[in-house]
């Protein structure tokens, strides 16, 4: 004990170095970076067997990942063709009951808008709108009344059977491409139809705003309080599983709950439509749905039983030395049910719609605007004087700022409204606008006084006058009389004693009564006069039940008088020059970006139809006629060797084989090699690296199409080192070496690809990776050192994951661009050496063609073009370089970590 106490009272000098490190109650061997005096780094050998295991279970890892996901794409490619077809089918059906409900909601140009284009823009008072549209169909009528319809005829029946005769060559041609072009026109005349009508119900809509807020507004009353309307379902008693009671309900058809909330309950004709709108039969929980929630819930039931034991597995696999391998397998989450039933479900879609409706309406209300406005610029015109003063230089503010007054006399003086607007927003405090406008008013009085001999003062008065008189004539005819007239349906529902006399003279002398009385418009004394007659005949003629009923209207009517007397409304369409405008400011990205889109459709798009197109007629030599072709399978039967015996199936096989096999090897040796050299260029201690990066940056200088035709010559028949080789007796014969060699299917002559294409890809990757490579931060190298990791390590750890990561889109793009790289096999084997007859290939193909060669050959170079088969090969080449992009890219760790980067 007391050799103990002795110890722990013994000064640091007097112990001896050992004892610290010995008696330190701090653990020092978990702290890699201090525990280095007794750190031990792990031989070499082990290390590389783990670095080589750990690389070999990631390697395995992402081939299976590859696997899961060519399987996983080939399922989303079917089921995405299904749900295609459902969706489209579902889609037209949205179309078409949208256009339907438009027609049924709108007024008379809405639904006039149906046949004469800009009918509901020229209501609106968008005189130029209106006329485009107008003027677009007149255009779209005189297209298809002098031609159009041929095109389209002559697109059905192209070629030789649409005459019965031979026809001259290209006719065919010709017909495909008016025919295309006619398909356009239809789909410009569906697109712009659907633009006009939205443009006149937008107007209409415009117009009565509130009306269309409050209908919403009363659905999102229904959908809160369904069951204060008990007319509009059925409902009894049943007995659950469980043997518990709970009540059975079914919402009546959409027709019946519309005419029940309109005859029963007294909402407006466009209230009962929109609550009519409201799925109904999502108002209630699934549990209580019929076959289709239990048969979901079925099988989502079992999902989240597979998944509880999914996450047993994963905690055990973590828990191993290599679960940081398994990440990418290891966050399956089960798929989340995105819940469509229950009352709250659909509130919240209500209360989506109305903020949608307001967001998108709200601003064409100008009535505060335009008060607004008019109020600021009357300030300004009421003190001519002062406004004289800014103009000319003389007021206080321009005194400050040290301006020279300008000499007002002087009949000559040019003064900008412009330049004056400045002054005058300094003396008033105005907008840009307002000071524009009063400079403007001020200068054209003075320009007009020799004429007219009114003083400027004079005339901005009268000027003022004027739009005072304009602006109290706007506020009476939007604010007072509206809102009288509001007040005036309402009173009007709840007086039917008053008014039923009225009624019974007719419809024109009730609506004359009500306009004088009640300050109606005729348009609200007509629909009070529909209601009339609607309660009169429900009630057959009591008057007591009709009072009942036109009074519940008036309560129904009641929140929007409310709304009108809060809000004063005043709804315009915004004019054409307003619109064009917009697309230089907020919608300026449309603009620009509606040149480029143009530009790809003409130069991208329809090229793609067509050929796509060429891929389902007989487009192929020999023809009786050449250039003449009908619709047919005749090309996709060739490819599939369907429709005769020559070897296309095969051909095609074995040339796709050999271009996965070149776009593999031609990427990744480019790839790896290239990152080699530049780790040893860039390697501490490397002398004259400029001269090395010189060098290979000269292969990249010169261009790739020369580099390929001397190789051509250097390896090709004659050759310096075929003639070499000939002389020494190591070949029999000059024409079966290297490119030639046909006895091992050109197999010598692909390895030289592979090898030419290396000395031509590594410098780009060299020169790519170098960048990358001088922005690792060192820290990270210094960190691994100290922790004992060897170079291997910190290259897989460190060095490759940074590269991969910022290559790995480029990385792809070579990888696609190498699946079509036409210039290296054209230049240097011209796709030879060509077959010896122990592989049959077809229509020119030869053992180093890739899909891009053999395609070239059969549409361009040979004597007998096959256009429909090349399409095919076309559409096929397209299929499989989307099938690896799609599933490479989503594997990148630049797509899925990005973060982790920044």
Not at 59 to 65: E, K, P, R, T, V
Not at 147 to 161: H, K, P, Q
Not at 167 to 194: D, E, H, K, R
Not at 840 to 859: E, F, P, S
């Amino acid at each position: 004990m007391a050799n103990e106490i002795h110890t722990s009272t013994t000064t640091q000098e007097e112990k001896p170095a050992s004892s610290v490190s010995e008696k330190s109650p701090i653990d020092f061997k978990g702290v890699s970076a201090l525990s280095q005096s007794s750190y031990e780094p792990e031989p070499w050998y082990v290390s590389l067997g783990w670095t080589l295991l750990d690389w070999l279970i990631s390697l395995g890892l992402f081939f299976l990942g590859l696997i899961l996901d060519i399987f996983k794409a080939l399922w989303n490619v079917i089921r995405g063709f299904f749900v295609g077809i459902v969706k489209g089918a579902v889609g037209i059906g949205r179309y078409f009951r949208n256009q339907y409900r438009m027609l049924v909601e709108g007024d008379g140009f809405v639904k006039g808008s149906f046949f004469i284009w800009g009918l509901g823009n020229f209501s609106g008072k968008q005189y130029v709108q209106g006329g485009i549209f107008l003027g677009a169909e007149l255009l779209i009528i005189a297209y298809f009344a002098f031609g159009g319809v041929t095109s389209i005829t002559n697109l059905i029946f192209i070629g030789e059977a649409s005459a019965g005769q031979e026809l001259p060559n290209l006719t065919s041609v010709g017909y495909l491409i008016s025919g295309i072009v006619a398909v356009v026109m239809i789909a410009a005349l569906v697109y712009l139809w659907n633009v006009e009508l939205h443009s006149a119900y937008d107007n209409y809509v415009i117009r009565h705003n509130f009306y269309f807020l409050q209908a919403r507004q009363d659905a999102l009353l229904v959908a809160k309080n369904y069951s204060n309307f008990p007319a509009i379902y059925t409902s009894k008693k049943a007995v659950a599983k469980d043997g518990s009671s709970y009540t059975k309900i079914k919402f009546f058809n959409h027709w019946k709950i519309r005419k029940i909330m309109r005859e029963v309950y007294g909402f407006s004709k466009l209230s009962s439509r929109y609550i009519s709108y409201l799925p109904f039969k999502r108002l209630l929980n699934r549990s209580a749905s019929a076959f289709s929630s239990r048969f979901v819930g079925f099988f989502y039931g079992i999902g989240d039983r597979m998944y509880a034991h999914y996450a047993k597995l994963r905690d055990k696999i973590k828990a191993g030395k290599f679960s940081s391998l398994f990440g990418d397998f290891l966050l399956w989450q089960p798929f989340k049910h995105v819940e469509r039933y229950g009352q709250s479900v659909v509130v919240g879609e209500a209360e989506a719609s109305i903020n949608k409706f307001r967001h998108t309406y709200d601003k064409y209300n100008d009535y505060l605007a335009y008060v607004r406005d008019t109020n600021s610029l009357l300030d300004v015109l009421s003190q001519p004087q002062v406004l004289e003063d800014a103009i000319f230089a003389r007021d206080s503010f321009s005194k400050k700022n040290g301006l020279s007054p300008l000499d007002s006399s002087d009949p000559k003086l040019k003064i900008d409204p412009k330049t004056a607007a400045s002054r005058v927003i300094a003396a008033f405090e105005c907008s840009y606008n307002d000071a524009v406008s009063a400079a403007g008013f001020y200068l054209r009085a003075r320009k007009d006084q020799a004429k007219t001999g009114v003083e400027p003062k004079a005339k901005i008065m009268a000027i003022r006058d004027a739009l005072l008189k304009q602006r109290d004539a706007f506020i009476d005819k939007n604010n007072t009389r509206l809102l009288r007239g509001v007040h005036g349906v309402e009173n009007a529902l709840r007086s039917f004693k008053t008014y039923y006399p009225d009624f019974q003279q007719g419809k024109a002398s009730f609506v004359s009564v009500l306009v004088q009385k009640e300050g109606c418009s005729s348009t609200q004394a007509e629909a009070v006069y529909s209601d009339y007659a609607l309660a009169i005949r429900l009630s057959k003629d009591d008057e007591t039940q009709s009072a009942a009923l036109l009074n519940q209207m008036a309560d129904r009517y009641h929140p929007l008088a409310v709304t009108f007397e809060t809000y004063p409304f005043h709804g315009r369409p915004i004019i054409f020059k307003k619109n064009i405008k917009r697309y230089a400011d907020e919608k300026f990205a449309v603009t620009v970006l509606s040149l480029p889109t143009i530009a790809a459709l003409i130069t991208v798009i329809i090229p793609l139809i067509f050929s796509i197109i060429i891929a389902f007629t007989n487009w192929n030599y020999p023809r009786t006629s050449y250039g003449n072709f009908d619709w047919d399978f005749e090309s996709w039967l060739k490819v599939t060797d369907l429709g005769g015996g020559e070897n296309y199936t095969g051909t095609f096989m074995y040339i796709l084989g050999w271009t996965i096999v070149w776009a593999f090897f031609a990427t990744f040796t480019n790839y790896l090699f290239g990152i080699i050299l530049a780790l040893l260029i860039n390697k501490k201690g490397i002398r004259l690296k400029k001269m090395w990066r010189t060098i290979f940056v000269i292969t990249v200088a010169i261009p790739q199409f020369i580099t390929l035709l001397a190789m051509r010559k250097i390896l090709g028949d004659g050759g310096p080192i075929s003639t070499w080789f000939y002389e020494k007796g190591w070949v029999s014969s000059l024409g079966t070496f290297w490119l030639n060699d046909q006895a091992h299917h050109g197999l010598s002559a692909k390895i030289t690809l592979i090898v030419v294409n290396m000395w031509i890809g590594i410098p780009y990757t060299m020169l790519s990776t170098s960048g990358i490579l001088m922005n690792i931060p060192e820290d990270l190298y210094e960190s691994a050192r100290i922790d004992g990791a060897s170079p291997w390590t910190q290259f897989w750890k460190i060095t490759m994951p940074y590269i991969l990561f910022v290559t790995g889109p480029s990385l792809l793009t070579s990888f696609i661009g190498n699946i079509n790289n036409f210039n290296v096999i054209y230049f240097l084997t011209g796709g030879g050496p060509a077959s010896d007859g122990s592989i049959v290939l077809a229509n020119n193909a030869q053992y180093t063609d890739l899909l891009i060669t053999w395609l070239y050959k059969m549409t361009v170079t040979a004597s007998k073009p096959t256009y429909g088969v090349g399409s095919c090969l076309g559409i096929l080449i397209f299929v499989i370089c989307a099938f690896f992009s799609l599933i490479i890219y989503s594997r990148l760790g630049s797509t899925k970590n990005e973060e982790e980067f920044q």
